[in-house]
């Protein structure tokens, strides 16, 4: 062991040692004693052996999560902290499952597939007037001009007026019976189509994805769902389209707006999930109690009586010395422990907690800012800052002036991997044929000659048109996120690039435009992170996805066009402004396939191309989902694809509960 870690490592212990004597004595473990008892009978002597019968052993009756982060809301349309899941994984158990890159039904009897026929493609009669989704994916109203899909087509066809008929998808959902909400009230279908109705309100924050594209959703009976998708709209997950339940009976007073602050739906949500939310102490815990009427219960289920969330903030000394005296069951991936992989790879060695390590769909990328908020009506060099990343020789050359195998090796301890797409390798789709950039600054520096950029008065920074490259690489202040631009911002100073470091709280950071920095497109090079989940995430490329004024328009400099909308204002996600036809086709023509035609695979693997060439993030690597759990936990399982590791927190369990 290093004298470094030994050093740490002694400062946790004796920290340990002070939690433990602040908390309550230990019971002293009674010792059964087998006893040998003489005594007559009828006259005779008679040895008789006896061995009381022990006291059943005590079972632990709470468990105690500690997080780095505490929810903004815990109400499932208000928020999309890692956290709210984490805590909501406890209340809401499912509907689905996202695990190893596949879903699993949960509160379904299963999951609907046009094979089992419990999902259909039917044909329908459409005529002008009628919404349909057009053969870009976008919900359009049916008119002279207006390019649609046809049945039995695989290209798309203008409609010139009169009756077309288009393909429609109908899927049924089933639910498993007699599901209760933890109040004891039934569970039906209507609650899901509640759900529905909340979420297509324009008052809740929620996405209107998919609803926009949806004809009806109803339910046929108690535990029956319908969903029937727009003519035009081929959905490669219409097996998810099951909005997740909302108690109706306790909602339903409130309207949609009300709804994102009422204590019934932000503080104390009622599930159906293993657990009761008894009470939320701000900036301290959430405590919760068994569901009895959890529809699992049968199976002994949960296995603990009682479940504290508890809120550590993000110091990884503070919170492994909590695993080590017993504070806390679990830390979570919340809690900053990634730069103490070292340390917990030597207790894990030693018995003294459980680590670990899962490489997952949340990965690490720099964007650039290739269209800027200042370039939507037209550049002006005069005004604007310096177009220094609309060249895509740009910035190829920068992925290749970036160390990133050296951010793995010494930031991530060789846990990680360097990825060259927005999937990572174990995903059945990924592309292994891409565009891959090993770290080479001469091979950087000649391809930045070729774009213009040279060092032309001997200050080691390259310079075209006489502007240095000189720009601003910006991220939070997460510690993890300093080590790894410090290292990126070396490794670009090398090709002659000066990144400028500045770091920001995240709620600043991660704010909406047009004020946010990132969403905001006022941005040079901007670190984040994406949660991508089991579906491939092209759309966050695509053109409808670039952020901006609901009613403005801008002009892409990369192509001359003029007259593109941002059709989801300020809450639009593509922050790098890239505009690129051919992959806006691609990615469309992708989520609109279905698994097992050919198209599927193919676009999709398309799609990767194209971004790999034209990079409008350079991708770093997929961030570590790490936890650590005292040595004895039974249950605790990290999914590569789960948002979250408490997604089966009901099986949980710890010395002799991991015997039931």
Not at 91 to 113: H, M, N, T
Not at 187 to 211: E, G, H, Q, R, W
Not at 404 to 429: A, E, F, I, K, N
Request: with cysteine; proline share 7%; glycine share 8%.
């Amino acid at each position: 062991m290093s004298k470094k870690l030994m050093y740490v490592l002694g400062l946790l212990i004796i920290a340990s040692m002070v939690l433990a004597a602040c908390a309550p004595a230990a019971t002293p473990e009674k010792i059964v004693e087998t006893v040998v008892v003489t005594k007559e009978v009828q006259g005779e002597t008679v040895i008789e052996v006896v061995t009381p019968t022990p006291e059943p052993v005590q079972m632990p009756d709470t468990l105690v999560i500690c997080m780095g982060q505490e929810p903004e809301t815990l109400y499932p349309y208000g928020g999309s902290m890692l956290a709210m899941s984490s805590v909501l994984e406890a209340v809401f158990d499912g509907p689905i499952d996202a695990r190893s890159f596949d879903y699993q039904p949960v509160i379904l009897e299963k999951l609907p597939s046009l094979a089992d026929g419990d999902a259909v493609i039917q044909q329908v009669t459409v005529k002008e007037g009628d919404k349909v989704v057009d053969a870009n994916g976008n919900p359009a109203e049916l008119a002279a001009g207006v390019m649609i899909v046809e049945s039995g087509a695989t290209e798309p066809t203008e409609y010139q007026g009169g009756e077309v008929t288009m393909d429609q998808m109908v899927v049924t959902f089933k639910l498993l019976p007699d599901l209760k909400w933890s109040d004891g009230e039934p569970l039906t279908a209507a609650d899901s189509v509640y759900s529905f109705n909340l979420a297509a309100d324009p008052d809740t924050p929620a996405s209107k994805t998919t609803i926009d594209r949806t004809a009806s959703y109803e339910a046929l009976d108690d535990v029956t769902l319908q969903w029937t998708g727009l003519p035009g709209y081929k959905d490669s997950t219409y097996f998810l389209n099951m909005w997740t339940p909302y108690p109706e009976h306790l909602w339903g007073q409130f309207t949609p707006a009300e709804l994102v602050e009422a204590e019934e739906s932000s503080l104390r949500p009622t599930g159906w999930g293993p657990y009761i939310i008894d009470e939320w102490v701000k900036g301290d815990h959430i405590s919760m109690h068994k569901n009895p009427n959890y529809f699992r219960a049968s199976e002994g289920l949960p296995k603990f009586d009682n479940l504290v969330y508890r809120f550590v903030g993000e110091n990884s000394n503070a919170n492994i010395a909590a695993i080590l005296s017993g504070e806390c069951d679990i830390v979570d991936q919340t809690s900053g422990l990634d730069d103490q992989s070292e340390l917990l790879l030597e207790l894990q060695a030693s018995g003294q907690v459980q680590a670990t390590f899962v490489t997952g769909t949340v990965w690490e990328h720099v964007d650039f800012g290739i269209q800027p908020v200042g370039y939507d009506d037209g550049y002006d060099p005069a005004t604007d800052r310096y177009d220094f990343f609309s060249d895509v020789r740009v910035r190829q050359a920068i992925a290749m002036c970036m160390d990133r195998q050296q951010v793995v090796d010494t930031v991530l301890y060789g846990q990680s991997v360097v990825l060259d797409t927005y999937l990572p390798p174990q995903h059945p789709l990924f592309n292994s044929n891409v565009k891959h950039y090993d770290y080479d600054p001469e091979a950087a520096k000649a391809l930045l000659a070729e774009a213009g950029w040279t060092d032309t008065d001997g200050d080691g920074v390259l310079d075209k048109d006489g502007v240095p490259f000189e720009v601003a690489y910006e991220t939070t202040t997460a510690a993890l996120r300093q080590q790894v631009t410090q290292i990126i911002a070396q490794s670009l100073s090398e090709c002659g690039i000066k990144a400028n470091l500045q770091y920001y709280p995240a709620g600043e950071w991660f704010a909406d435009g047009p004020d946010g920095k990132l969403f905001g497109r006022r941005f040079d090079l901007g670190e984040f992170a994406w949660l991508t989940g089991v579906e491939p995430p092209c759309d966050l490329w695509i053109t409808d996805g670039i952020p901006g004024p609901d009613d403005g328009t801008w002009t892409s400099i990369m192509t001359g066009e003029e007259g593109l909308t941002f059709p989801n204002g300020w809450g639009g996600w593509n922050d790098s402004g890239y505009h690129n036809p051919e992959y806006d086709n691609t990615c469309n023509a992708a989520m609109q396939s279905l698994p097992g035609e050919p198209s599927y695979d193919e676009m999709h693997l398309k799609s990767q191309e194209i971004f790999a060439n034209d990079l409008p993030v350079v991708p770093l690597f997929l961030r570590l989902k790490l936890a650590a759990t005292r040595p004895d936990m039974c249950g605790f399982i990290m999914d590569p694809t789960a948002n979250s590791e408490m997604w089966n927190i009901e099986e949980f369990g710890y010395g002799p509960l991991c015997q039931q």
